[in-house]
């Protein structure tokens, strides 16, 4: 895949969105209200970084090419209580995983918190945190996969933006050496906590359906999201542009979490639907083929509506995963010649 389609170019200072009232004149879907939204503060050298593992389990020596590359990134990096404890698969006990990640949420030194790696264990300890602190003064929450979970808990009751980006064992040993989308992506990290505002392009696919939509972008793992429905952390996707990737499922595993989805009106008013990578999808076992791509499954959802769709974008389980700052109000554009994403 050509790489040119996946840069992370920054917006020109100054150029504003289309005022709220001209959307529906000008065919855009979507006008989700951006009044409640908080964005924490931007980082700037000297502001600390910390890591936890609220899910997996990662090794100290494996978190030392992301603390290499932050710190060259002017950043201080506090380690976490939990980086290389181990609980089975977690990241310690549910009970030392809450207070690492409480610590975090709720010391004021902490600019933002990079998750370690993802797995499963975020959804466990959510209802044990207390967001008070951090609702007063909001920071960056960082991390992909099961870190889903935080994004969609933290969309749906504070209105607070995150990141969804790569985490620790992400990170290339020798940023140097590494591939250039590698290289990209890992930068991309960087520019969204910074301050600048992303903007992702995307290959054209014959299945992509076209339109303009203008939303608050929220989403991430399928399996999480569909793991949260019906809890607290249930995502809210009325009027905003959602995002899905997966990684390691079944076809028709797929279908099914597609199709909570659905049964759940999650896909009724929708702003824009985009769909990253789905990967290293399994065999259907000889004899029980379920006999549908992605693309029928999706398609098949969401042919009642009318907004825009479009497949392959640059996030996921692969190395084309770029940072994504949800919570925030974004324009997707789908055509015949182009793919954008732009906040």
Not at 3 to 27: C, D, E, I, N, Y
């Amino acid at each position: 895949m050509n790489r040119k389609h996946f840069l992370s170019t920054l917006v020109t200072a100054g150029v504003g969105l289309p005022a709220a009232k001209s959307l529906a004149a000008m065919g855009i879907a979507g006008t989700a209200p951006a009044k409640d939204l908080q964005v924490p503060p931007y980082l700037k050298p000297g502001d600390t970084i910390g890591i936890t593992c609220p899910a997996g389990y990662i090794k100290k020596e494996e978190i030392l090419p992301s603390l290499r590359i932050m710190e060259r990134w002017g950043f201080n990096i506090r380690i976490g209580n939990t980086v290389g404890v181990r609980d089975f698969s977690f990241g310690g006990t549910d009970a030392e995983r809450t207070k690492d990640m409480q610590t975090m949420l709720s010391d004021p030194n902490v600019k933002a918190i990079m998750c370690g790696r993802g797995g499963y264990g975020s959804a466990r300890i959510l209802d044990q945190l207390d967001f008070s602190r951090f609702q007063r003064h909001p920071k960056w929450l960082i991390g992909f996969s099961d870190i889903t979970a935080f994004h969609c808990h933290v969309n749906r009751h504070y209105g607070i933006a995150t990141l969804h980006s790569k985490m620790c064992n992400s990170f290339p040993d020798d940023f140097n050496t590494a591939e250039p989308i590698i290289q990209d992506t890992i930068m991309s990290i960087y520019q969204a906590l910074t301050g600048k505002k992303m903007q992702y392009t995307a290959p054209v696919d014959a299945n992509n359906r076209k339109g303009t939509a203008r939303g608050i972008l929220i989403g991430g793992n399928l399996s999480v999201i569909q793991s949260i429905s019906g809890t607290d952390s249930e995502i809210d996707t009325n009027g905003k542009i959602l995002f899905l990737e997966e990684v390691g499922e079944y076809p028709y595993s797929l279908d099914r979490m597609l199709n909570t989805l659905q049964r759940s009106h999650k896909f009724d008013n929708l702003a824009g639907l985009i769909i990253g990578g789905f990967n290293r999808l399994k065999p259907d076992d000889p004899g029980e083929e379920f006999g549908r791509t992605v693309y029928d499954m999706v398609k098949e959802k969401v042919k009642d509506f009318k907004y825009p769709v479009c497949f392959n974008f640059p996030v996921g389980h692969q190395k084309n995963n770029y940072a994504l700052k949800c919570g925030m109000m974004h324009t997707l554009t789908v055509a015949d010649d182009k793919v954008s994403l732009k906040e």
